[in-house]
């Protein structure tokens, strides 16, 4: 079993930034692809960004330019550096991961950390 514990998430004036952290632990050989969705009330959950386990980055087109993600293999980690935050950034943030545990290889998801952008 992996479990996913997510930290970072509050309020925040426009302009401002924000650091997301997720921590993977358990049984874990290798974990795969690393994900941030958010979503905000009343929508759907929508993809924010990824990284591959070779470290290369994909990002939705609202956010390329302002939010950076990154990994630490040997921390089991994703981060989500965000940057000149909008009020339409404000959503719940989930991060999301394909780990490979012993006979298995599954998703898994995060609690979910609340972003608010307000003044």
């Known amino acids: 079993q992996v479990q996913l514990v997510e930290s970072g998430g509050g309020l925040v004036q426009p302009g401002g930034s924000l650091r997301l952290s997720c921590a993977a632990s358990?049984?874990?050989?290798?974990?795969?692809?690393m994900r941030w969705y958010r979503q905000a009330p009343g929508k759907q959950r929508d993809l924010v960004a990824s990284?591959?386990?070779?470290?290369?980055?994909n990002y939705a087109d609202s956010v390329k330019g302002r939010f950076t993600i990154s990994r630490d293999n040997a921390k089991n980690t994703v981060y989500l550096q965000m940057n000149s935050l909008k009020p339409e950034d404000t959503a719940v943030y989930y991060c999301?991961?394909?780990?490979?545990?012993?006979?298995?290889?599954?998703?898994?998801w995060g609690q979910g950390t609340q972003v608010t952008v307000s003044s």
């Open positions: 999301y991961v394909v780990a490979r545990t012993r006979g298995s290889q599954l998703p898994y």
């Open positions: 358990g049984s874990i050989f290798s974990i795969n692809a």
């Open positions: 990284i591959t386990s070779g470290g290369d980055t």
